[in-house]
């Protein structure tokens, strides 16, 4: 089983559309959790990050962690044609700098 | 401030070759690392560095060497290449005690 698990997608949304992205960890030591945009062709940047549970919001994106069911999602409100890209979840392996990365979901946000 | 800086962009190698991808970054980084990213693996860890004379091995190193002479540099070599080395390589620099891992935009390997 891997560390962390994600869709691979792609999901394929209206614009305007709330989107949700998700994965799943199997480690409970893992505290820190952050989410990547990939744009086609282009290097990771990240987009948010969480600490232990609960919710982040950052403009239209929220990322939420469910530590007792080890889940975390990040959600998209009124998704628009320019959120399209991968969306990968990271975690760094306890007090190391080595991040474990999900597969990435293809988002596509259609016009 | 020009970030992470990865060269080349694109390569093709024919079996047996050998090469080295360039990475720099001006941010005065403590922490670089090699990933490689395959679809349906996403992002592996090649090998890592935590400053300028120490690296380690990450989750997929065999095949590849990495020095860290300077904190700016973090090349990465293929001994001798081998189809199963095609994929896409991103070097990336955390500063120490940072949450943001930051990715240079990728260097294209195909290996024929």
């Known amino acids: 089983q891997k560390e962390v698990e994600q869709d691979p997608g792609p999901l394929s949304v209206p614009e305007g559309a709330i989107v949700s992205l998700n994965c799943t960890y199997s480690n409970s030591a893992f505290q820190y959790f952050m989410w990547y945009r990939q744009y086609s062709r282009k290097g990771p940047e990240l987009l948010m990050y969480?600490?232990?549970?609960g919710n982040k919001e950052d403009g239209r994106f929220t990322a939420q962690v469910d530590k007792s069911s080890k889940y975390i999602s990040l959600f998209i409100r009124d998704s628009q044609p320019s959120d399209s890209a991968t969306y990968l979840c990271?975690?760094?392996?306890?007090?190391?700098?080595?991040?474990?990365f999900g597969t990435g979901t293809r988002l596509k946000v259609l016009a | 401030n020009a970030g992470v800086t990865q060269t080349p962009k694109f390569q093709v190698l024919k079996t047996g070759q050998s090469m080295t991808l360039q990475c720099a970054q001006d941010m005065n980084h403590e922490y670089m690392s090699w990933y490689r990213q395959d679809p349906g693996m996403g992002l592996r860890l090649i090998h890592y560095s935590v400053g300028a004379g120490i690296t380690d091995q990450g989750e997929v190193p065999n095949g590849y060497n990495v020095s860290r002479s300077t904190t700016e540099d973090f090349p990465l070599r293929l001994l001798s290449a081998a189809p199963s080395q095609t994929s896409v390589y991103f070097c990336?620099?955390?500063?120490?005690?940072?949450?943001?891992?930051?990715f240079g935009e990728g260097s294209w390997l195909t290996v024929v």
């Open positions: 990336a620099s955390t500063q120490d005690g940072g949450n943001t891992i930051y």
């Open positions: 969480t600490y232990s549970s």
């Open positions: 990271a975690t760094p392996t306890s007090g190391t700098y080595k991040y474990i």
